[in-house]
C-alpha cells in the first residue's frame, strides 16, 4: 500500500480563488510589498514566486531587493514608510536577514495590520491566546490542506519536528486551536521516533533531508513534510527534497510531496493574508467614517 498524495496546487488553487474573488469586491485591489535584503538565490527564487503569483491573481505587488550590506535604520526608515502608506495593505520581509540586522526589531516595526506574514509579537499573541487575526502563512496553509482533504484533526495527537517561529511553534498553536493533542519536538528530543511514532498528524520542519524514516511513524498516519532541502544527486544535479525519507510512502496513509506540497499553500496562504489585511484596514477606515459623521 502506498500513503494518498496530497497535493498541494490544487488545493492553493482554491485558496487562491477564493482570494481573488475576495479582492475583486473591495473598493481597491489590495497592494503587498515584500522586502528581501542580500542576494541569496533561494531567497530571491522565493520571492520571485511570491511576486508572481500574486500578478496572477490580480493583486497589486512590489518588491524591494535590497542589497547585502543595508543597515537595520535604512531597513526600518523603509518599514515605517510603508506603514505610514494607506495604500500599502500587506509588507512582508523575507527571511533569514544578514547578520547586521536584528531580526526581532524588523518584525516588530512592521503595523500589526499589514504583518501578512504573522510574526509581529501582537499576532503571535492573539494566535496563542486562540484568537487569531493575521496568521503565519506555512502553518495556515497547513491547516487549509487538512481540511481540505478531510483529515480529522480534533482529537486527533499531532507531533511536529521542529520549534521555529516560522513553522513549528505557530502550527503548534493552530492545531491546539483546532482541538488536535499536540507534541512539539526539536533537536534536544531524546529518542525521537518514540515520539513520533504516537502521531495521527506528523509534520516535518526540521531543514533535514531524510530525517523521517518509515520506522518513525505510525501505519496510516498523515505525513506534512514542510523541509525545503537542495541536494546533490549522483546525476549531479541539484535536487529538491523534503524532511520525509521516500520509504515512508509505504507506511503513512497519507503524504505531502515535496515540492508541491506545503510549498504552494504557504504562498497562495500569503496572498490570502493579504486580501484579509485589506478587508480589515477598509472595514476599520468605514468605521472611523462611520464615527466621524456622528461626531459632526
Ligand atoms: N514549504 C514551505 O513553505 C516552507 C519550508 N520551510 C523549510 O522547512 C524547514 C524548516 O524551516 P524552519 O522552521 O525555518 O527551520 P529552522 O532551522 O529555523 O528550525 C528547524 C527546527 O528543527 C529542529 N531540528 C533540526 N534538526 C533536527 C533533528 N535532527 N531532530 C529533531 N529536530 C531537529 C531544530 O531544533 P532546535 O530548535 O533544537 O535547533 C529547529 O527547531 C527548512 O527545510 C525550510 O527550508 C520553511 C518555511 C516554509
Ligand atoms: N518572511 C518570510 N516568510 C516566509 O514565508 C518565508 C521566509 N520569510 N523565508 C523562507 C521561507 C521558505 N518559504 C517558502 C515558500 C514557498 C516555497 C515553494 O513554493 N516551494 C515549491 C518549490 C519551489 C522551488 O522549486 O524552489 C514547492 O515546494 O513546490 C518554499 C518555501 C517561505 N518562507
Known amino acids: 500500500m502506498s ?5 498541494g496546487p490544487p488545493v ?11 479582492a475583486s469586491r473591495l473598493p481597491a485591489q489590495p497592494n503587498l510589498v515584500i522586502v528581501s535584503v542580500g542576494d541569496d538565490p533561494a531567497s530571491l527564487s522565493y520571492v520571485r514566486g511570491k511576486s508572481r503569483k500574486a500578478g496572477e491573481v490580480g493583486l497589486r505587488n512590489t518588491v524591494h531587493a535590497l542589497a547585502e550590506t543595508t543597515t537595520q535604520a535604512e531597513l526600518l526608515t523603509l518599514i ?29 516595526a512592521i503595523d500589526p495590520r499589514k504583518d501578512v506574514d504573522g510574526f509581529h509579537p501582537l499576532n503571535v499573541g492573539e ?7 493575521l496568521t503565519p502563512c506555512t502553518p495556515a496553509g497547513i491547516m487549509f490542506l487538512l481540511e481540505h482533504h478531510g483529515v480529522p484533526v480534533a482529537g486527533a495527537r499531532a507531533v511536529i519536528v521542529g520549534r521555529s517561529h516560522l513553522v513549528g511553534r505557530p502550527l503548534a498553536a493552530l492545531l491546539l486551536n483546532a482541538d488536535a493533542t499536540v507534541t512539539v519536538a526539536h533537536s534536544r528530543t531524546r529518542d525521537l521516533g518514540s515520539v513520533t511514532r504516537e502521531a495521527d498528524i506528523l509534520v516535518a520542519a526540521a531543514g533535514t533531508p531524510g530525517l523521517i524514516t518509515p520506522d518513525m511513524v505510525k501505519p496510516g498516519a498523515t505525513v506534512i513534510d514542510v523541509g525545503i532541502n537542495r541536494v546533490l544527486k549522483p ?25 508541491g506540497g506545503v510549498g504552494p499553500m504557504t504562498v497562495a496562504q500569503l496572498l490570502a493574508n493579504t486580501v484579509r489585511a485589506a478587508e480589515l484596514q477598509h472595514a476599520a477606515r468605514a468605521d472611523l467614517e462611520a464615527a466621524g459623521e456622528f461626531v459632526r
Not at 500513503?3 to 497535493?7: D, G, I, P, S, T
Not at 494566535?127 to 487575526?133: D, E, M, N, V
Open 235 to 259: 546525476d549531479g544535479k541539484g535536487h529538491l527534497v523534503g524532511d520525509v525519507h521516500p520509504d515512508v510512502a509505504g507506511v503513512a496513509g497519507a503524504l505531502t510531496p515535496v515540492p
Open 12 to 22: 492553493a488553487a482554491a485558496l487562491l480563488a477564493d482570494a481573488a474573488a475576495r
Open 80 to 108: 515605517d514608510t510603508l506603514n505610514r502608506d494607506d495604500d500599502v495593505n500587506g509588507i512582508l520581509v523575507q527571511l533569514p536577514l544578514p547578520a547586521q540586522i536584528a531580526e526581532a526589531a524588523v518584525l516588530h
Open 3 to 7: 500513503a494518498r498524495v496530497l497535493a
Open 127 to 133: 494566535l496563542w491566546a486562540g484568537r487569531p487575526a
